[in-house]
Structures are given as C-alpha cells and as structure tokens.
C-alpha cells in the first residue's frame, strides 16, 4: 500500500492506494508548517481504513511549498553564483535581471570566469581555475555556502561545471553547489536563474524533508518518502535537499497524473476545475505535455521543465455578473468562501455554482436560494460558462484530432452539458482528489537535452546517444532497469548552423524499484 | 530651431515591440537586446535620435549589428565591446571615425543593438535603418542597391578577433562571412557599409526607429480609442505612411506547422484556418514570412511584409514561438517603395527566395479585396 499527498495553498489532500485502487481519501487545511497538515491528512486515511503504518510501503508527497517560498522569498539562503564564459556573456551578469526584493534575498557574491563551452562543444576557454580558487576565498570570507555554477553551453558539454564543482567541493568543504547542466535548458539566463533558485532553496528544503521525515516516524511509518517533480515522476527525498526546484510545477503535474491514471486514458486533454481557476493540460502518452516557452517565477525568467498549462479564470465560486455587453463569469471568485457568499448557501454573491444549481446540473446548498432566478439569465450564464470552458480546451489542443476530456477537481460537477467540439467527456471516480492520486502514482524519469553537431550522416547515431543517456538517467533516479521506457523524443534542427547540429531532448520513465506500480493499460 | 528627440530606456520596451513585428517572423529574440539596451542606457545615458535628413553630408555612418544564430546569442549574450571591436577595426581599415550610428535592419534584435551601442558611443543614432524590415542576408539591403559597398566587412568575436573581408559586392561578401561567423561560434559582431552623411541620405530608409517605436506604443498602451490591440496596431501602421497600407489579411487559429533546415536558414510552413473552418491560410517562411497564400491564391508577397501577431494581444509571434492552437490575425503591408522597384525586387523579391510567383503589391490582390472590407483603390498600372 503507498499513500499520497497533495499540499496545496488551501487544502492537503491524502489518499491510499493499493495497485490501482484508492482505498480511502481525505481532505484536510494546509498547515503554516506543511509537515504538520501533511501529518493530520495521513492520520486520517490511516485510521479510516485501520491499516498498520508499518504496512505502508511508500509515501509520495506533491507541494508547492518550494514555490511558494521563493515567490515570497520566505527563508531562502544567499548564494554565491559563478559563471563560467568569460569573455563571453559579460553583458549581463547574474542577479542582473532579478527583482530587487529577491536579489536582496539571495544575492551573496557573483563572478564571471574564464572558460564555457561553444555550440558544438569546444571550449570558449579552459577553465580558469586560478579564477576559480580566488572566488571560492571570497565566498569562504562571506561565509556563504550555496554556490550555483554556471558554464556557457553546459547543457552540451557539462564537463567544466563538473570539475568546477570538484574542485569547491575541496577547498570549501560544507558548501553545496547547484550544477546548471542539471536543473535548466538551453538559454544562459533561464538556466543560471534556475540553479540560482536552486541553491538558494537547499537549506529549507532540508529542513522540511526532516520534517516530513519526523512526522512519518511520529506516525509508525517506516517506508521512505519521495517527491513529485514538475515532469510528474518522483525524486527521493535525499535528491529533493539537492534539486527542490524541480518541485516547482507539481501541483499542476499530479492532477493531470491523477486524471490519466484514474480514467486509464494516457493521451486526453484535462480540465482541472477548481473553485477559482480551471487549469487545462494536455496528456501525451500518459504524461504532461511540456512548455516549450520561458517561464517567469516570481518576475524571473526561467526555462526548466514545466507542463504547458492554460489557467482561466473559470470555476465553482466565479462570481457572475451581468452588463449590457451581456453576462459574464469570473475572473474574480469568492473562492474558500463560497461556503458562506454563494446565494444557495444563504449568501448574497451570484456564482457559477449558483448557475449550475438552478440549471438542476448540481446538487448542492439550498436550491430554493436560486429557484427565483430568471430563466433566460440562467441560460445564458450557463452557456457562457461551458463555452468559455470549451475554448480554453480548444486552445490547448494538440492537433486536429478529437482527444477526450478528462474532467477533474471540486468544480468538475459544474460541467452538465456537452462542450463544443469535445464529443468525450470522462468524469473518472475520485476526481475531487486527483492531485494526491498523482502523487501516488509517480514513476521516475531521466531526460536529456543535448545539441549535436552531427553532420548529415550522423542522426540516428545522435537519436540512439541521447536514448541511451536517458535511459541511464532514469535508472540512476531508482529506476527498475526492465521497466524503462523512452516515452519522448524531439530533434529539433537549429536555425543558422551548419553542418546539420540539431538539438535532440529525451525522456524514459520506469517504476522505482523500490515498488512495481501497476498501471492501466 | 528643431527640438532634439532622445531615446531613453523606458522607451525600449516599445521600440522592441515594434521592431519585434517589422522582423516578420524573424530576428531573434528581442529580450536579451532590450536588456544590453536598458542597461546601456542607464549607463551611458540617453541616445540622441538624429532625424536622417539632419546628417551633415561628410558624417561618418556606421553600422553595429549581430550576425548569426539567434539561438547562440541565447547562450554567448553579445556584449557592447564585441560590437565596437568590429567597429573600431572598421573605422581604422577606413581611416575614420564614426560621427553616427546607423540600424542594418529594423527588424528584431538588430533594431535595439545600435542604441545601445551608440549609447557607450556617445553618439547619436541615425532614424532609418538599410531594410525597412528583417532579411537574412547582408546584399538585402538599400545600402546595397544605391551603390555602397558592403565590403570591407569587419567580424568580431567575444575575445577581440577579427576578420575583415575584402569583396567585389555584397553578394560574394555573404558568401565569405558565413563561414567565418560559425568558426566564431556562429554568433558574431558586424560592421559593413561604412558610409558619409550624403550616401546614407540617398539610400536608408528614414524614420524606421520611430516607425517601431509608434507600432509598439499602439500594440502596449490602450489610447482613448478603445480599439482592440490588433486595430490599433494596423492604425499604427497606416498612419506612419512609410508602409503606405496595412490590413489583417487573416484570422484564425494554427492548425498545422512544420519546420526544417536546409542550407543554414529554417524553411517551413504555417497552416490557419478561420473560425468558421471555411478558409485556410499557409504561409511560408525562411526565418522570416515569406508569402501567404488564402484559399490557394497568393494574398501577400514578399518583400510586403507579413507578420503572425498574437490575436488578442497583437504582439508579434517570432517563428521558433508559433505553436498549434494559437489564435492568430495575419498583418500584412506595404513594402517600403524602396524595396519594390525592380532592381530591388530582384534582390530581395519572391525570386531570390526561390519563389515562382511573381510580386503584386498586397493591396493590389484581388483575392484580398474580394474578401471583407472592400478598399475602394484606384487600380494601378
């Protein structure tokens, strides 16, 4: 049996499955300190079902903490940031393109060194070790001990952040350092921001995962835990104190996880309905269809992976208000509050819920609330919703094939007739509790993202490279080698080089070890 | 006595939008330039924009641009010495010293380059630029059809070496450059061109820097018009007469895309369909938009510029960021006239792109005037 979690910014969620059955479910508030909400959801599920702790095999845990802390820039430590390039790059340092509240926060030193790589992978410069030795005096004096290293092209050649790595690891023994190579994509400033984040993360998630680990403990509970990472595989939680940035987009990944594995549905569009928002993802193979654009957290550009993920403001508590322009649904919702502000809970504010109720789609509060309410206004409202919704879905679309809709979250009950251009809808069983399901579920992964200067001649040899590095990567992240699959391949040619240099980026997925995960088709 | 403009670096965001959507598709990623530019100007202090017809005819005019992949610059991030390095050692092959800054392009991240390099300079920036839009290749330009010659051409990588090619025309020296630019690391700094104030007189096209600041101030800040961001933008447009006619020739959402390089540029295609799925758009692109064809018959050609703008914002959508389902308008306009007399067209028309149809000014199309708003035009020649 394994147990997982969803920690949102309103409600953690816990669920225990067994193979592919959820056994019991629960939702519970989030706590200020997540490891204590994180405790009292498992204690619940747990006691409902009346299993022995000691019988749980894995708890996999999916939060947004991580994002939440840096967005805030609650308790993040400063860090030094050395790149790797000069005399290229010297334009723009590190920090230069952050918010000054969070430069503030994490800022501790920076240097530009000699050395980085070319497109094809030959050296800009060696290395600069002397450079190298000089910043790693000044960060020992400032008593800093985050270091996030960045090279020119690492993602094609990691050689130097490597032996830089080493070589800190020597002369400033304590430090930790954040590899660029291992946390970003093609892009100088979006890779050395996401390891910046990184290191700046590290303390406090070591303090957490300890926490985590403590309350597990408190509660019998002797299997390990793992996290769910932004691809929505899992990572151990000695590798969440190196890389809690691949935490960042979770939350998002698991409902879409939860989606797959609760329909069985591996390539579908899904609609996460929510009291505020509805997010709208795309599953290929089972997995969330990436971005292939920057992201900004907190007002800083990152690329890391993420799932490709449309937010509108559409959901349960919506508020609807009417003009002459005609009748219109959200962005603003009385969210937590619908409980007490929706008219069919005796409040006075008109919601999509409220719509819903007086359509007869929904069962919920006090219909009489709404049973005054005009015909023609309810109607239009309604479709207003399910055509917004219809468009949001339509814009996410892969292709010109019709995908099914999964339908989950609290507001997926609000949906009560057919979208246009969407003939299959799916409402899988649990669907108010995906999120935790796809924690539940997590595989683990191994990716890369590599530029090739192959020649004409040389692509499948490029291909079969990077499928084996994946594959590789996936089994150093805990992966039973005989279930590993390559489930993504994309070669991209790249624009003005010649010769033929392609960018090619592969994923594999297999089951941890630890546990078979069973899964539907 | 004329008031001097000053470019200060709360204008870039708006001058990068624009030049974003003269670059039809092409021209990078205006993010990094609109950093180096905000920086340099902080820095240095604002640019003087010098009007073109206010260039004394002895003035020293200088380009400072990139060449290469857009993707390396992601990665190398060009600095403002990488630029004067190919401007100090074009300034030595010719024995001057430049008085002015001029743009190459006006399109993409060549258009923000030269502010910011004329803002460590300290001099002004010419308003005009040699293309009116983004080409890829350097014998595209009004520089060239005047009679100035690209050669010598002055390359700099980021450590401060150089190569200077010696051509007969523009032609042969893009041919020379290419090479050179990818045993740089495929991202270099370019200087060519170097002209007097009365040769860029007689050839640039004047106005462009402002044009691109105007169309971005309309894409960016709702005015009292209430107009939907596409609207104002082809307002934008027809009001900096430069671009004679504009109009959205299509709208409607990507439902096909592929993309592939051959010979060093990408080649590829767009497919939209319109909301009601009666009519379908392709249009072909190597690195910039090249031609649209609606319902199978040509609407746009180059060297008219085409540009796929975001529907609800119209921002420009470069090429490497067009995805399926995007909802989209199409805008077209007119070349400058520069670009369509038939010595231009001969270099930068449908043909030296490999293409069999011949140009036909957009607005000129029956297959564009049969549709929608009917413009009532005179018909020409």
């Known amino acids: 049996m394994r147990i997982g979690v969803d920690v949102g910014g309103t409600n953690t969620d816990a669920v225990i499955m067994e193979d592919t059955r959820v056994l019991a479910a629960t939702k519970r508030p989030t706590s200020e300190d997540i490891s204590q909400g994180i405790q009292e959801a498992i204690r619940a599920v747990i006691d409902e079902l009346a299993v022995q702790p000691s019988t749980i095999d894995a708890v996999m845990i999916g939060t947004t903490h991580f994002v939440n802390a840096f967005i805030q820039a609650q308790g993040l430590a400063p860090v030094a940031a050395i790149r790797m390039g000069f005399p290229a790059s010297r334009s723009i340092r590190p920090f230069a393109t952050w918010p000054t509240h969070l430069r503030d926060a994490v800022m501790g030193y920076d240097a530009l060194i000699e050395g980085g790589f070319q497109f094809d992978g030959s050296p800009i410069t060696p290395l600069n070790e002397t450079s190298l030795l000089e910043a790693a005096r000044e960060i020992a004096d400032k008593g800093i001990r985050e270091i996030a290293l960045t090279s020119i092209f690492a993602q094609v050649n990691s050689e130097q952040e490597e032996r830089a790595a080493e070589i800190l690891r020597d002369v400033l023994p304590g430090a930790s350092v954040t590899l660029s190579s291992r946390v970003g994509r093609h892009g100088l400033l979006e890779r050395e921001n996401a390891a910046i984040m990184n290191a700046s993360l590290r303390p406090l998630a070591a303090k957490v995962a300890a926490a985590i680990g403590k309350a597990l403990a408190d509660l019998g509970i002797t299997a390990p835990f793992f996290v769910s990472q932004n691809d929505g595989t899992l990572m151990s939680s000695a590798h969440l104190l190196e890389m809690p940035v691949l935490t960042f987009a979770s939350g998002a990944t698991n409902s879409l996880r939860g989606a797959y594995f609760l329909s069985g549905v591996g390539d579908a569009l899904v609609a996460d309905i929510g009291g505020t928002t509805t997010d709208v993802g795309v599953l290929l193979s089972g997995f969330p269809r990436q971005s292939s654009m920057h992201v900004d957290v907190g007002g800083i550009r990152t690329n890391f992976r993420m799932p490709d993920i449309l937010s509108v403001g559409l959901g349960g508590g919506s508020r609807v208000t009417q003009s002459e322009g005609g009748i219109a649904i959200g962005p603003t919702s009385v969210g937590y509050r619908l409980t007490t502000e929706a008219l069919v809970f005796g409040g006075s504010v008109l919601t999509a819920s409220d719509l819903a109720v007086a359509a007869g789609t929904l069962r919920l509060g006090d219909p009489k609330a709404v049973s005054g309410l005009d015909r023609a206004l309810v109607r239009r409202g309604v479709d207003e919703f399910h055509g917004r919704l219809a468009d949001a879905i339509d814009r996410m679309k892969t292709g010109p094939a019709n995908l099914p809709l999964l339908l989950v979250g609290g507001g997926a009950a609000l949906v009560g007739q057919e979208l246009p251009g969407i003939p299959d809808v799916i409402r899988p069983d649990h669907a108010d509790v995906a999120n935790a399901v796809g924690a539940a579920i997590g595989q683990v992964s191994g990716e890369v993202d590599r530029t090739y200067n192959c020649g004409e001649n040389g692509r499948a040899a490029a291909i079969e490279d990077a499928r084996s590095r994946a594959i590789r990567g996936a089994i150093e992240a805990g992966a039973d080698p005989s279930t590993v699959t390559v489930i993504e391949i994309e070669d991209i040619p790249l624009q003005y080089l010649p010769g033929g240099a392609r960018r090619i980026v592969c994923r594999a997925i297999g089951d941890l070890a630890a546990i078979r995960v069973g899964n539907h088709g | ?381």
């Open chain 2, 1 to 381: 006595m004329d008031k001097k403009t000053f470019i200060d670096s709360a204008m870039i965001g708006d001058i990068a939008a624009g030049a974003a959507f003269l670059g039809t598709g092409g021209g990078g990623d205006p993010y990094i330039g609109g950093l180096l530019c905000r920086e340099a100007l902080d820095r240095f202090g604002p640019v003087e924009l010098m009007p073109l017809s206010a260039l004394d005819d002895d003035a020293a005019v200088f380009i400072a641009a990139g060449v290469g992949a857009p993707t390396v610059d992601l990665e190398k991030l060009m600095s403002l010495d990488q630029y004067d390095c190919a401007v100090r050692v074009l300034e030595r092959r010719v024995g001057r010293k430049a008085t002015a800054i001029i743009a190459a392009e006006i399109g993409g991240e060549n258009a923000t380059a030269p502010i910011a390099y004329a803002a460590m300079r300290g001099l002004p920036l010419v308003d005009a630029d040699g293309m009116g839009r983004a080409f890829p290749s350097l014998q595209m330009s009004t520089f060239s059809l005047a009679g100035i010659s690209c050669a010598p051409v002055a390359l700099a990588d980021e450590f401060g070496n150089t190569v200077m090619v010696e051509s007969q025309s523009a032609e042969v020296a893009e041919k020379l450059v290419r090479p050179v630019v990818t045993a740089m690391g495929a991202s270099a700094a370019i200087s060519c061109y170097a002209m007097t104030g009365a040769q860029a007189k007689s050839a640039a096209i004047p106005g462009t820097i402002s044009v691109a600041r105007t169309i971005g101030e309309a894409i960016g800040h709702d005015t009292a018009s209430n107009k939907a961001p596409v609207a104002r933008l082809i307002d934008a447009l027809e009001s900096v007469l430069l671009y004679r006619r504009a109009r959205q020739v299509f709208r409607g959402k990507i439902v096909a895309l592929s993309r592939d390089t051959t010979g060093g540029f990408v080649f590829g295609r767009c497919e939209i369909e319109s909301p009601d799925r009666q009519s379908h758009a392709v249009i072909q692109f190597q690195n910039e938009n090249l031609v649209i064809e609606i319902d199978g018959a040509v609407a746009v050609i180059v060297p008219d510029l085409i540009t796929i703008v975001d529907f609800d914002t119209a921002r420009a959508i470069p090429t490497e960021a067009l995805r399926y389902g995007q909802r989209v308008a199409v805008i077209a306009c007119c070349a400058p006239p520069q670009l369509c007399t038939p010595a231009a067209l001969a270099v930068m028309g449908p043909a030296a792109f490999g293409l069999t149809h011949p140009y036909r000014p957009f607005d000129d199309s029956p297959s564009t005037t049969s549709k929608g708003e009917r413009n009532e035009l005179p018909t020409i020649g």
